[in-house]
């Protein structure tokens, strides 16, 4: 009889900070548990969100698969003219994050509230040069 999959080193939960999705990512992100990761993003994407935070300070492990995860969202959004921003990565993600030189791709922030204020202003920078300019 074959192992089950064990889906459950992986909790991820969404809540909103301003209006922008923070979603909070707990336990390891591998292989198996990524999933549950990538569904969260692609149905906030898919329902029009195009700025989102992911929130990592209680991910203690993410391997290629997880980080995978994150580059797809940063492509689908930024395609849209939006971003993604990590917050508080944990001692051994910031280690993978920067030896794979992900650092010079995705930003990441301390806090929360920094990464949405980054990510509101560039939804006010994007609104502002979608305005058509008028003429005198």
């Not at 549950?36 to 935070?53: A, F, Q």
């Not at 929130?55 to 969202?73: C, K, N, P, T, W």
């Amino acid at each position: 009889m074959a192992d089950k999959l064990d889906v459950s080193r992986l909790t991820v939960l969404v809540r909103y900070h301003d209006g922008i999705p923070v979603i909070e990512a707990h336990g390891e992100c591998d292989l198996i548990t990524s999933r549950k990761l990538r569904e969260t993003s692609e149905s906030l994407i898919n329902t029009g969100h195009n700025l989102l935070v992911f929130d990592m300070r209680d991910m203690g492990y993410i391997d290629s698969s997880g980080f995978r995860v994150l580059l797809e969202a940063k492509n689908k959004v930024s395609e849209r003219g939006g971003d993604i921003i990590l917050v508080s990565l944990t001692v051994p993600v910031e280690r993978v994050f920067r030896l794979l030189h992900l650092d010079e791709l995705v930003k990441r922030t301390d806090t929360v509230e920094e990464a949405v204020h980054l990510l509101e202003s560039k939804q006010m920078d994007c609104l502002r040069d979608a305005k058509p300019e008028t003429q005198d």
